[in-house]
């Protein structure tokens, strides 16, 4: 055999291997895309229990919702938290972040479901006719709101039929999963990223795209002209957390400004750390709960009270106005010590106040 014909077999059989690593990539997409195309039907999405609720007054309300469109209420009186709407598109998170508290719904269940579009565009067409004052619709309660484009394009421009209502996108993905949003301006949609320091991405949100891969998409269709929100939720009190975070606020801030941002610190449902551990996932954050409170475990209120000063102070710093700050299922307590605006019976993250 000639040198010419020993590097023809050589090429010929790197080709032919290529061919079948490129068949066996598409086949094993092919299979990830059966699997998380699941329907759910709107009478079984109802009757999820939302594991951060705990009793439900929908009696007070003019209209009390439907199979899709959720009032989503939190009765606690020492929270001070109020009513916002959840639009249920979806359950589930393929992020499978090892402190998510949707582990606590379904037994544990996280493979995402999908309503069918025809279904929900129905449901949110009765949604605009009942519901009287402008509202938020979170599409990122039961799942996250960009985990699947191309089924959320057409709910977000459903939107842009009317004025009064707005949908907030939640999410952890990173910039291929905004491109529908850059096609055209969606004038009532909010974009929102749940945003970490990357010590606690590393340790527990390790499917999720990297803190700097969420900023970039944040920073994508805020340029685009969006509403973009940011919320840092749950702050873990890591070693050096001080360092971690600050890091992520000087990353953030260098890159965009939110139009909001909301804080939060772990909370810790029986549920969610049940599941978490039948699991088997990483459930070394449950060390740093201290009491008990009506939303389950949390760090203790020192330690929160700490951890928001902390915050705050280094936004205010920078330049970023405290009024458009928010801490989310925290305690009046907490509010009151922190010398913040609370407008009780409003979410001040979702609701009519964060408009």
């Not at 799942?143 to 421009?157: H, Y």
């Not at 850059?182 to 795209?209: D, G, H, M």
């Not at 990353?251 to 909301?262: A, G, Q, T, V, W």
């Not at 990483?282 to 740093?288: E, R, V, Y």
Request: proline share 5%; charged share 30%; net charge positive.
């Amino acid at each position: 055999m000639t040198r010419k014909q020993d590097k023809a077999k050589y090429r010929d059989a790197a080709f032919k291997a290529w061919k079948t690593m490129r068949k066996s990539k598409r086949e094993k997409a092919a299979r990830y895309s059966q699997e998380i195309i699941r329907f759910i039907e709107p009478e079984t999405i109802q009757k999820i229990r939302h594991p951060e609720t705990s009793l439900s007054k929908t009696e007070e309300l003019p209209w009390k919702g439907n199979r899709i469109v959720v009032p989503f209420h939190k009765t606690p009186p020492d929270i001070a938290c109020g009513m916002f709407w959840e639009l249920r598109w979806a359950y589930g998170c393929p992020l499978d972040c090892s402190y998510c508290y949707l582990r606590g719904t379904l037994r544990g269940r996280m493979k995402p479901q999908f309503v069918r579009t025809e279904q929900i565009l129905k449901a949110l067409d009765e949604a605009f006719a009942k519901i009287r004052e402008p509202s938020i619709f979170n599409a990122g309660e039961l799942s996250d709101a960009l985990m699947k484009p191309e089924m959320m394009a057409p709910i977000a421009r459903k939107f842009e039929e009317q004025k009064k209502h707005r949908i907030y996108l939640l999410t952890k993905f990173g910039a291929s999963n905004v491109r529908f949003l850059l096609e055209k301006p969606l004038k009532q949609v909010i974009c929102a990223w749940s945003i970490n320091a990357r010590s606690v991405a590393k340790l527990w949100e390790r499917s999720a795209p990297t803190p700097d891969e969420r900023i970039k998409a944040a920073k994508l269709v805020s340029e685009f002209g969006y509403d973009t929100r940011i919320r840092i939720d749950p702050i873990f009190p890591v070693k050096d957390w001080r360092m971690h975070y600050e890091d992520l606020i000087y990353s953030l801030l260098s890159s965009l400004e939110p139009n909001r941002i909301i804080l939060g610190t772990p909370r810790g449902l029986w549920k969610t750390i049940k599941y978490a551990r039948d699991a088997c996932v990483d459930t070394s954050w449950i060390k740093f709960f201290g009491e008990d409170t009506s939303w389950g475990k949390k760090l203790t209120f020192e330690q929160r009270k700490e951890i928001y000063q902390f915050f705050f102070e280094k936004f205010k710093a920078l330049g970023y106005p405290s009024s458009r700050i928010s801490m989310c299922k925290e305690t009046v307590e907490m509010w009151d010590a922190m010398k913040l605006n609370l407008i009780r019976g409003h979410c001040n993250c979702y609701g009519i106040n964060a408009w």
